[in-house]
């Protein structure tokens, strides 16, 4: 599996970016996809994720300004991110867990990452 991610950048406080990642090789639909961020000096910390029958989790801090969507057809999930603050700044990286049944072997598939910004 293989994942690609784009669409991060540079905005303004308040202003809003989609970044989405494209996913390649053997997909299955029950597998659940999300994002992740790093900032500097921090650790890579789950920002949103979506399971196959459509629920999703979100961290506190972006409930309500993100967004996560998937669209299975194409192997491919977005992140709508609105509202952004200075402090949603770091790298974004895409990820998909292939669930096995004894959660202790879940796997974790990861994409190159890509960079959010927000400053004025």
């Known amino acids: 599996v293989q994942l690609q991610a784009s669409g991060g950048g540079l905005v303004q406080p308040g202003g809003s970016l989609r970044l989405s990642c494209a996913a390649s090789?053997?997909?299955?639909?029950?597998?659940?996809v999300g994002w992740y961020r790093q900032a500097p000096g921090k650790e890579r910390d789950l920002v949103a994720r979506?399971?196959?029958?459509?629920?999703?989790i979100y961290t506190d801090s972006v409930n309500g300004r993100f967004s996560i969507s998937r669209d299975n057809a194409k192997n491919t999930w977005y992140l709508q991110m609105n509202s952004l603050k200075p402090e949603d700044t770091a790298v974004y990286y895409c990820?998909?867990?292939?669930?096995?049944?004894?959660?202790?072997?879940?796997?974790?598939?990861w994409g190159q990452g890509t960079q959010v910004t927000v400053s004025s």
């Open positions: 090789g053997s997909i299955f639909s029950r597998d659940a």
């Open positions: 990820n998909l867990r292939r669930l096995a049944l004894n959660s202790k072997y879940d796997y974790d598939y």
């Open positions: 979506i399971y196959s029958g459509g629920s999703t």
